[in-house]
């Protein structure tokens, strides 16, 4: 069938908030068993972040307390579970990368992640330490000035440009962001007050990672991280779920069979859910059920799957403006990598307008006294969705999952908010669409 003729197309055409349950999804384990991806690689970032960490604790005094782990806290919404307005059975959670330190958004993971590991390439090729040495050499005078003479690019609709941005500037490198028009003016302003160079495009994301692209090509000195199709950034991610799996342990909560997880992940371009769930699914199997949420007039994961396009389509080819209030997932062309490691493990996806966002920022500041940004928000409309879209019903129904929602686990992944400066929250709480 051409894409187009699908059903799903015309709600996602029409911008109408939708579900969608993947046709793809099958039994874990053979579907990662066909991936070239694995659990090597995801051990291989957590032991490089490891190695990290006192070079993190020492330059990022606010890691201090958790040995230089960045990290999240895992919190219960039991207000927030009884406020939104639908029975949601089971126990509702939050994950909190909205307070991950340094850049205050899911984008510490990946992003900073990336950093680290090129400039470990880099430091060991340029005898600036040698393997098993103490990382925290890397914060030494002489380090920032071989440093300097590498530079890091990016194109971000603001989030990731923060966290490399932050990142970058603390090792030493000439870093500049490539931001599209979507990125907030106070991300720009934050991120030149850390001495980053911010260029800024008219156009879209996918604009600005191209000019990014060009740009450090032009440069032998210069990286590039490519938020379109990094493997390493997709493994930065990826370490959150053996994070999570210990915070779920300290609070005595199983993950098995009779036991599900679901997952409710804000999605952008793709690759912070896709390398959570990757994670997720790697561990614990078809006990994970894993869902994406997109805004309705950015839907560009979901279009990508659905059609199998992938990134060969984008949600202007279906006449959406992609211009939405999430910045955060203002992404027209998805991850042609991401999306087809997700075509056999990811469960489904949501869309959610952009009204709803606000609305759920004020409802959880109310209920639960924590501040998410917008596009975090998209989270709680995945919650909702499984529990009142019939396609939601029908994927319980067809895994025989009724029998143990009473045991199940939900976790609303709230993706950023903490360096929201003050007079832009205030602007959010007012903000009715
Ligand atoms: C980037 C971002 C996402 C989504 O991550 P992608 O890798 O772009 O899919 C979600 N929420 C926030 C706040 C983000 O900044």
Redesign the pocket.
Known sequence: MYYSELPIMRALAAAEPCAWINPGLTDAKTALAALDVGAADVEDARARLARFAPFIARRFPETQKDGGRIESPLVALARMQRALGVNVTGTLLAKLD?ELPIAG???AR?GIYEVLKHAEALALAGGLMRENEDYEVLCSEQARAFFSNYAIEVGS????GLSIGITSAALGFRVSVHMSADARPWKKALLREKGVTVVEYAGNFSDAVEAGREHAAADPMSHFID?ENSRD?FMG?AVAAGRLDAQLRERGIQVNASHPLFVY???????????IAFGLKLLYGDDVHVFFVEPTASPC?LLGMASGLHQAISVADIGLSGKTH????A?GRP?GF?GRVMEHLLSGAFTVADAPLYEDLRLLLNTEDIFA?P??L?AFAGVRGLFSYPEGQAYLEAHHLHAHMQNATHIAWL???ALVPDEVRREYLHTVL
């Open positions: 909205s958004s899911i984008k990946g609709t603001g989030n990731l938020d950034l991610y992940l804000p999605c952008g371009v793709g690759g912070g859910p896709g390398g994961m999430a910045d955060g997932l992404v991850s991401v940004e596009s975090a998209a993706t950023g908010g």
